[in-house]
């Protein structure tokens, strides 16, 4: 695989992102490590991680992204708010599936707290190998960027 994907995570999501971490590599994916060190004890502001791995999957410097916090749902408000992100929260296999086929969502936002960490990695398997179907999709995701204008 000679794409490369960024990871990120606050305090509340390190745990996580070290196992999807892992997980990514195995796969033979590129990974630019964003997030807190595990080891870390440091409380630190998740819009700060979110904001760095949006801005280079923004700027095409990494193929996609994907953000781990408490319940991923402050990763996921704050890397939206980064023209050409579309950022996705999920929590179910259909959810998971459904942010790539229909949103070709660009970053993978994940709650460490509020899923068990295995399914996590099913998650982010079916995420990986969905693709954008692409025809009356892509039609909103270009009112989607017709709002960021």
Same mark, same amino acid.
């Given at each position: ?10 305090? !509340? ?7 999807? #971490? ?16 595990? =080891? ?7 819009? =700060? ?9 923004? +700027? !095409?410097?990494? *193929? ?15 890397? +939206? ?19 790539? #086929?229909? +949103? =070709?969502? +660009? ?9 068990? *960490? =295995? ?9 990986? *190998? ?6 009356? *999709? #892509? ?11």
């Amino acid at each position: 695989m000679s794409q490369s994907i960024g990871i990120a995570s606050d305090h !509340g999501g390190k745990a996580l992102k070290e196992k999807i #971490q892992a997980f990514l590599k195995a796969e033979g994916w590129n990974v630019k490590d964003f997030g807190v060190p595990f =080891d870390s004890q440091q409380s630190v502001d998740y819009p =700060d991680y979110a904001a760095q791995l949006s801005r280079e999957v923004a +700027n !095409g410097s990494l *193929h996609r992204g994907i953000l781990v916090c408490g319940t991923g749902i402050g990763m996921c408000i704050a890397a +939206n708010k980064i023209q050409g992100i579309r950022a996705g929260l999920v929590w179910d296999e259909f959810t998971a599936r459904m942010s790539r #086929q229909h +949103n =070709d969502a +660009n970053i993978l936002c994940l709650g460490e707290r509020t899923l068990n *960490h =295995d399914r996590a990695l099913d998650l982010v398997r079916i995420w990986l *190998h969905t693709e954008f179907e692409g025809a009356r *999709h #892509q039609q909103r995701l270009d009112k989607i960027k017709a709002l960021e204008q």
